[in-house]
């Protein structure tokens, strides 16, 4: 049992690096604010596989952004449904769509929307890229100007942030603490200087940082990772901002069920795997101290071991963390989710368990149906 308490100190000082060292800094983060009239003109890429439903309902507020001059491009990634029919009834009333549509005969080289997305890529005018998601819903009409106001003369990459819906229930809450603790992590190791990922349902970069990128070819047969992977290998310190300007937020739908969360989260984690070595060492050390931490303060509460020293090392470190993260959450708009951070950081430490055993069995995945 000496070795279980030594372990357990040994993760509490390991997350309290993290969060010192590495999430403390977003509370110091400042919005960027670009000239207007000097924004350049943007390509806003979706790409769409049977979301008729979902683009009746955002793609509008996508297109009345108040912005000087951009286009929409949206893939038709061989829909069975109407989507091309909705994008058919948009492009009647707005100019600044473009419709790109690939037809089922069409024998895809990539799987999940990594085609889409290169087929987009071809069709965009401008040189600065915007992507999103058809399911999702900019929080105001300045959601373009705020996120491509945030380039400086160096920058190439702006990751934007996409919290989910807010729904009732308990699972909702887990969801969006796994995605507030999500966006902890890829804006707070990109604040310093170890940027390496990005999601796409908000997200800029440079046209001509895609055109060297061969990454795709390494991993044809994942389903995702068309955006992550992309920043992985292309994001540098000195190329990327992030924007986390509440003005900029993407809303996203949550899921429903937890089988379908589940699913969902095993497809995003599985790019993951083709990370550089130090992005997946950092990820991987996090996720198992906080794990194992969690795990030995059982064994040593049950057992009756140094009650004191342990309690006490468990108060700190919860009291850390809520300060440390106490003005993030609002930065990132989940501040009602603060005072119940405990208990939901103990149940999305046993969910990253599920999902690791989950990505050993490798089901077969599906990016829509």
């Known amino acids: 049992m000496d070795m279980v308490f030594k372990v357990f100190l040994a993760c509490a000082a390991i997350q309290l690096l993290y969060y010192l060292l590495v999430f403390l800094r977003l509370n110091f983060v400042r919005p960027l604010k670009g000239i207007a009239e000097l924004l350049p003109p943007v390509s806003v890429i979706i790409c769409a596989k049977n979301e008729a439903k979902n683009l009746q309902q955002f793609l509008k507020i996508v297109l009345i952004q108040q912005y000087k001059q951009f286009e929409v491009v949206v893939v038709n990634d061989q829909s069975d449904d109407n989507t091309i029919d909705v994008l058919v009834e948009y492009y009647k009333r707005n100019k600044n769509l473009k419709i790109v549509d690939i037809p089922k005969s069409t024998t895809k080289p ?3 929307k990594k085609y889409a997305l290169i087929k987009g ?7 600065t890229i915007v992507v999103t998601d058809a399911d999702c819903r900019p929080a105001t009409t300045q959601w373009l100007a ?5 380039y400086l003369d ?10 989910y819906e807010e729904r009732p229930g308990f699972l909702n809450k887990l969801i969006r603490y796994e995605n507030f603790m999500t966006a902890m992590q890829y804006f707070g190791f990109a604040k310093a200087g170890l940027p390496y990922m990005g999601v796409g349902r908000n997200l800029s970069y440079k046209k001509g940082l895609m055109a060297g990128f061969k990454g795709f070819d390494k991993a044809k047969n994942v ?8 920043i992985n290998a292309v994001a540098k310190s000195g190329n990327t901002e992030i924007c986390i300007d509440k003005a900029a937020f993407m809303y996203t739908q949550p899921e429903t069920t937890f089988s379908g969360w589940l699913n969902q989260k095993k497809r995003h984690l599985r790019s993951g795997f083709q990370y550089k070595f130090i992005h997946k060492l950092l990820l991987f050390v996090f996720a198992l101290s906080n794990f194992t931490f969690y795990a030995s303060l059982v064994v040593l509460l049950i057992n009756i071991i ?5 309690l006490t090392v468990f108060l700190a470190l919860v009291l850390v963390k809520l300060i440390t993260t106490f003005r993030v959450y609002k930065k990132l708009g989940f501040e009602r989710l603060r005072f119940l951070s405990p208990i939901l950081d103990v149940t999305y430490s046993g ?10 069995l490798k089901p077969k995945d599906s990016w829509k149906t």
């Open 121 to 127: 890529l071809e069709a965009a005018t401008f040189e």
């Open 223 to 230: 389903l995702t990772g068309d955006d992550d992977l992309f």
């Open 306 to 310: 140094q009650l004191k020293i342990v």
């Open 146 to 150: 705020t996120l491509v106001g945030t």
């Open 154 to 163: 160096e920058t190439q990459i702006v990751l934007g942030h996409s919290p």
């Open 110 to 112: 990539y799987a999940g």
């Open 351 to 360: 969910y990253l368990l599920i999902i690791f055993l989950l990505l050993l």
